[in-house]
């Protein structure tokens, strides 16, 4: 048996991981790519709890997590791609044009 | 040692591996299919935990749909290697210490809660939940949930045909 | 209607003359303000006599009645009330009266000043805050009157603002003032502090109480203490030493005012105040010593002063000062009906000092310098009689008004046990130099060669509106003495009498050796004034020129550079502090760099903190972190602040 402490431990490593990309990667892609890699580890998380505590609710609400991102996936690249376009690069520090 | 625990740190020495990858890469592409490996190693786990109904959705919804687009849109985009540019100081020197201060305020709080969550035996493997109960639960207790992610849908189809669309 | 329940009326009908002259009196013609002003305070004059009737033939039961609440605070309830009684009689009875009559001379002498409507607005409001001063039947409400009595007399003296030294004058009266009226809320406090009311009839009633002690000589008591921060109060209200250098300075106001205000009524608050508060005095013997003391000196020193002043009015202030100095001297030896009786022919006869020397400096158009007059006194024959109705009266001589009630002071004086001999003495020596100056006073003006120019000064008689109250005053300033002859007359004390109720019969000398010491004593005290009017005589009757000043009489002729003193000692320390210290440095410095501060520290935290808006995409990443973390954080602290500090795992 594998304790719930280690799926969750698990967890808060690749969260962690997660944000360090979410922080140093400049493409933009790569940024969205992270935040998946965040919803991922939360989803872990729950399936974890859900599992610990033999109630089903913890996997409806992965489902949903799921859909969510699917959906922020799809919106949030057409934007990528309008913005990429615009400013001709996929560098997200090339985007300051509210910079003084 | 039993099998479920080795098998345990496999998959998720695998995704952490592949996450480290992530960060790593130079070429966009590359990241997506660390990303993949992850998902993958993700699905295993979830299918040692017995959801197999998540799993089956992660690796078709995540991996099949989601990566995809991923993966289309770095091509459509012929994104390169990244630029090494670096404007941001506070990003250059905050970021390890946040990210650090972040998981391990969530580790903490893990190893702080109450213990008898840790070792809290599961039901037998594979009884947790069967499909059906998962069904009975999506489309009973949270059906008004359900109806509105159908709606959400909708609305990012909608709004990623506008975006795509040409200019006339 | 019954004029003793509806009280008020007595002070609102001046108060209603002063609001629609106030108002509206700029556009009216004179016989209209006239006709105002004179009718509220007539009326209120026939109010007052018809409350006084009422009073007595209600069998002289001291009345009282609370007309409305002011504050009530907790237990502590001060209200609108006025109260009746033989003391109230009396004084109820000078202020209309003589206010009256003064406002009838106005008339005649404002004639030709402007500013005629604002002139009979504040004397009127003036009445208005006398009246509710000397009616109030607590000590809160007889603050609203002290208070509003000093606001009208800075008002009236800088009548004529334009002028500098009126205008710092009407100052100098409120700021000293002032200072007394802190020491009178000092009192208020102790007492509310003691007695849990400031209403008369509860405090005196708790300090009549068998068991509170009189407090021995020497000793500072609680009531002592109280007793001595009131007369604070009345010594800047009446102008005794230390305070009394604003009402020299207040001549600069019209006569009227001066005779009104700076003689005959508001001065006078302290010494009603004190007799008024005679129950506690009398528990607190120290605290009278020190009145009698502080009126005896008062009463020499001021008289000094006015031995040499040769403005005519600066003379009549001096002696003001002076007869002051003598009604404390007699609440402080006890005699407080006597003090009262005092008041009361001071009024009578001050006034008419003062109006009549109004008259003279109308006669000369303006003049007011003694050695440029001279010889008047076949020119303006009624003035000059009535002056000198006066300057009898206030030497002393009998049948006129001030022997008799001079005659109780110095009497009580010499009976008094700490020291009474001396007071006596002293007292005795001021009323010699009291007469020496009047005369000097009278010599100067209407005898001897006339020392001014025929062509530039018309002097002519002032107007019956003018001299028709003098004659009146000139009356009561004989005939006012008679209500309390002294046995050697034959007569009985009907003022002491009358007053019994109020403040106990120890008044009336009792016994054979005491009556014969009496007689004594008024025979050398009309020596004295005799004395004081040869002198006079001898040096200012016959052809007299100003001469050079030096020495002692440069010493009396400057005031004993009191002013200047204060000027060195506290006015320039206090403006120094007040730029230096409160202007510069807490004004500037502190309040406004405060706010100042404050302004630049938002400017700072905005100049800060929009460095988090870089513009950089990366750097918003980090906030939402840093955001994430904070959140995280809140959620996780049950669990997590045992570890932090240390706890049980």
Redesign the interface.
């Known amino acids: ?10 967890s ?16 933009v ?6 935040i ?2 965040m919803l ?1 580890a939360v ?2 998380a729950f ?2 709890f ?5 109630k ?2 913890g ?2 609400f ?3 997590v ?10 949030g ?6 913005t ?1 376009r615009n400013r001709r ?12 | 040692m ?1 099998a ?2 080795i098998i ?1 740190f496999v998959l ?1 020495a695998l ?2 591996l592949a ?2 990858s ?2 790593l890469q130079r070429h ?1 592409i590359h ?2 299919l660390s ?1 993949i490996v ?2 993958v190693a ?1 699905a295993g ?2 299918l ?4 197999e ?2 799993a089956a ?2 690796i078709i ?2 991996g099949g ?2 990566m995809v ?2 993966v289309f ?2 091509m ?2 012929n ?1 390169g290697e ?2 090494r ?4 100081k506070l ?1 250059t020197f ?3 210490p ?3 201060a ?2 391990g305020m ?2 903490a709080g ?2 702080r809660s109450s213990s008898q ?7 037998a493997e594979g009884a ?2 069967s499909t059906r ?2 069904s009975m ?2 489309f009973k207790d ?1 059906v008004y ?1 359900f109806e509105l ?1 159908s709606f ?2 909708l ?3 909608l ?2 045909i506008v ?2 669309q040409r200019e006339n | 209607m019954p004029i003793l329940e509806n009280l008020w009326i007595i002070p609102l009908l001046p108060l209603l003359g002063s609001a629609i002259n106030g108002l509206f009196g700029a556009k009216w013609s004179k016989p209209v303000v006239n006709s105002i002003a004179l009718g509220s305070t007539g009326v209120s004059f026939l109010c007052a006599v018809e409350a006084v009737r009422e009073f007595l033939a209600g069998g002289s039961q001291p009345f009282r009645k609370e007309f409305f609440d002011w504050i009530v605070a907790g237990s502590f309830r001060a209200g609108f009330d006025l109260q009746l009684d033989q003391l109230t009689v009396v004084m109820l009875l000078v202020v209309t009266g003589v206010g009256f009559l003064i406002h009838i001379y106005s008339t005649g002498y404002m004639a030709h000043e402007g500013g005629y409507y604002r002139f009979f607005s504040y004397l009127n409001l003036f009445m208005f805050f006398m009246l509710i001063l000397v009616l109030a039947a607590n000590y809160v409400l007889l603050f609203v009157g002290w208070e509003g009595v000093g606001l009208c007399s800075y008002l009236l003296i800088g009548f004529y603002f334009l002028r500098k030294s009126a205008a710092d004058a009407g100052k100098k009266a409120f700021i000293v003032n002032r200072i007394g009226d802190f020491g009178f809320m000092l009192g208020m406090f102790l007492l509310f502090r003691t007695f849990h009311s400031l209403d008369f009839a509860t405090v005196f009633d708790a300090a009549s109480k068998p068991e509170v002690a009189v407090e021995p000589m020497g000793q500072f008591g609680i009531l002592t203490v109280a007793c001595l921060l009131l007369f604070v109060g009345a010594i800047g209200k009446s102008a005794q030493l230390p305070l009394y250098v604003w009402l020299p300075d207040a001549m600069e106001g019209p006569t009227p005012v001066s005779a009104l205000i700076h003689a005959a009524t508001m001065v006078t608050a302290g010494v009603y105040m004190v007799a008024r508060s005679h129950v506690l005095f009398t528990h607190a013997p120290t605290a009278m010593y020190v009145v009698a003391i502080v009126g005896c000196a008062t009463a020499f020193f001021a008289a000094t002063i006015g031995l040499v002043q040769s403005d005519i009015k600066k003379v009549l202030a001096y002696s003001t000062v002076s007869q002051l100095g003598y009604m404390f001297l007699a609440c402080g030896v006890g005699a407080f009906g006597a003090g009262i009786f005092h008041l009361m022919t001071h009024a009578f006869f001050k006034a008419l000092l003062f109006l009549s020397a109004g008259s003279v400096i109308h006669a000369m158009g303006g003049e007011q310098d003694m050695w440029n007059m001279g010889g008047l006194s076949k020119k303006i024959k009624a003035t000059f009689v009535c002056m000198l109705f006066g300057t009898i009266a206030i030497a002393g001589f009998p049948p006129f008004a001030a022997f008799f009630s001079k005659d109780a002071i110095l009497f009580a004086a010499y009976n008094y046990e700490n020291g009474g001999k001396v007071l006596y003495g002293v007292g005795l020596l001021a009323a010699v130099l009291t007469s020496f100056y009047m005369f000097r006073l009278i010599w100067l003006t209407f005898f001897g060669e006339k020392r001014y120019d025929e062509h530039h000064v018309h002097v002519h008689e002032s107007p019956g509106s003018m001299t028709g109250p003098l004659m009146i005053l000139a009356f009561l300033s004989l005939t006012g003495g008679w209500f309390a002859l002294p046995a050697l007359f034959g007569g009985k004390d009907y003022f002491a009498e009358f007053l019994s109720p109020v403040f106990g019969a120890g008044e009336a000398g009792g016994g054979e050796a005491a009556q014969s010491m009496e007689h004594i004593l008024s025979i050398v005290a009309v020596v004295a004034a005799t004395a004081g009017l040869l002198v006079a005589w001898q040096m200012y009757s016959k052809n007299v020129k100003r001469g050079t000043s030096e020495g002692v009489h440069k010493l009396l002729y400057n005031k004993y550079y009191v002013d200047e003193l204060y000027a060195a000692a506290v006015v320039r320390p206090l403006v120094w502090l007040s730029t230096n210290v409160l202007w510069k440095v807490v004004d500037a410095g502190m309040i406004d760099g405060t706010v100042n501060g404050v302004a630049d520290g938002a400017a700072a935290v905005g100049d800060t903190v929009r460095h988090t ?6 750097s918003y ?2 906030w939402v ?1 840093v955001g994430a973390i904070v959140v995280l954080g809140i959620v996780f602290w049950p669990i997590l602040h045992p570890a932090v500090f240390g706890g049980v795992r």
Do not use: H
């Not at chain 1, 808060?12 to 493409?27: P, Q, W």
């Open positions: 048996m594998v304790p719930t402490n280690y799926y969750l431990i698990l808060a490593i690749l969260f962690g991981l997660g944000v360090l990309a979410f922080v140093f990667k400049r493409n892609i790569t940024i969205f790519m992270a998946e890699l991922n989803n872990l399936v974890a859900s599992r610990a505590l033999g089903s609710d996997e409806v992965v489902l949903f799921i859909i969510v991102a699917a959906a922020e996936a799809a919106v690249l057409g934007i990528i791609i309008l990429a690069s996929l560098n997200v520090e090339r985007v300051d044009l509210l910079k003084l | 039993t479920s625990v345990f998720a995704a952490v996450s480290v992530l960060i966009p990241s997506a990303l992850v998902m993700l786990l979830y040692l935990m017995g959801a109904f998540v959705v992660q919804v995540y749909a989601v687009l991923f849109v770095i459509l985009l994104a990244e630029e540019t670096n404007f941001s990003a905050g970021g390890i946040l990210a650090l972040l998981s969530i580790a893990i190893a969550l840790a070792t809290s035996p599961a039901t947790i939940s109960q998962l639960l999506l949270f949930p992610t959400l849908i609305i990012a189809i709004g990623a975006l795509a | 808006q870089s513009g950089n995409t990366r990443a980090v972190v």
